[in-house]
């Protein structure tokens, strides 16, 4: 049974009250079915629930120390809003370069709202950071989980982290998973390294899968204000994490067993990953046709019940390209679907440079890339679709310079690590053609002058964000994706 706290209040109100202080009395007695309610939130620092769910006995139920393990997009972020609360909270990451920075006081992370927060965190000495993890009321796993070259799960930062925590908890704690995670791995994973160290995961600990839900560039607005999915490997586990959310967060927490969250989290970013297929599916029978998909978008998004989003040359980050392989591989027999949305959106790449070569441009030649973050204006390169773009230019034999305004270094499929020009000028200069692979604001009001170092004149625009008569009228060939070509 899936419950929901009814009715949202304000992250500074919630602050302001004194929540419910029974939450630091051990209590034995036996409650009745949780229901959905309207009680205050817990204050920070005294996080639990009182009493016992389905008869089992509340052991520790105060949560006044974290410790986040994995100080990445997520992490990092989530450490700093729990100390902000009033938490204390300690940061953990196996990275010295990230533990170096944030001792030194500067922020690894390029957002700005994620730097402000951080950096006032690390000043109110709510957070420090180190190595390893240390022992504390509760744990929160936010570790990558990316797929390997079969595309199976690489659970083994997982493994770690959970090992790390292994060495330093105490009886009662709360252990909560964050990554997006095969179904079972909480479970499995999680709870199966925690039994090695001689636990019992559901009568001394507290175990919950509660996947992230941020969208990168928003993510202290998104931890705040979505909600979350609360998976216990206990009712009483899903209840103490129910609390510890509801005490930071704005949004609902919704609980559940652990395989339901963890399957809830892989099917919210395979609907997109499958909607972003048929855009793209769209955008290839338009190119085809010699019809523009993007007014065939519009006009059909005008009906009541269609949001046909819009095309573009593949899809990057942490989740949507990987997370469907974990249903892929989990049920192959009924995923069909999934697995053509994968190709299709993994093709996108391959697609771009095949109307660049139908458009004239001959292998040897020249080609600027613009963009190697996965989206834009982020300075996060992981699972980007330009590193497809480049796999295809490196295997048709063509050469090649990338251009990122926030991106410095990108680590290719070979292990070679490639320096990204910061200076677009420097990428574009002598090139045959330049494609748009990342749709940063800094390319969407990019003049036909910029383009003036190139020695060709093909511009191929992944996203459909240059503008576009105005390079024409300059003598440019631009072929937008979803377009019919243009002379």
Known sequence: MIVARQGRRSFVSTLGRTGIRQLNEISVKVCRPVVPSRRRRPRAGAVGT????RGERIRHVKIETICVVGLGYVGLPTAALLARAGYRVHGADVSAAVIDALSSGRCPLAENDVAAIVDQALKSGNLTVGLAPV??????ICVPTPVLPDRSADLSMVRAAARACAAVIERGALVILESTSPIGTTRDVVGGELAAHGWDVNADLDICYCPERVFPGATVREILQNDRLVGGLTSRAAARAKALYESFCEGSALTADAEVAEFSKLMENTYRDVNIALANVFARIGEDLGVDVHDVIALANRHPRVNVLRPGPGVGGHCIPVDPWFLINAAPGPSDLLRVA?????????????????????????VAILGAAYRGNLDDPRESPSLAMLHNLNERGYRWRIHDPFVRRLAMETGETVEVRPAIADALEGADAAIVMTDHAEYRTLAPAVFAPMAGKLIIDGHRILSERALVEAGYQVLPIGAAKRA
């Open 135 to 140: 022992r504390a009321d509760a744990y929160i």
């Open 342 to 366: 994968r190709d299709v959106n993994d093709g996108q790449a391959a697609r771009l440079l095949d109307r660049a070569e139908a458009a004239g441009l001959a292998r040897g030649d020249d």
């Open 50 to 53: 009182k009493g016992e769910l």
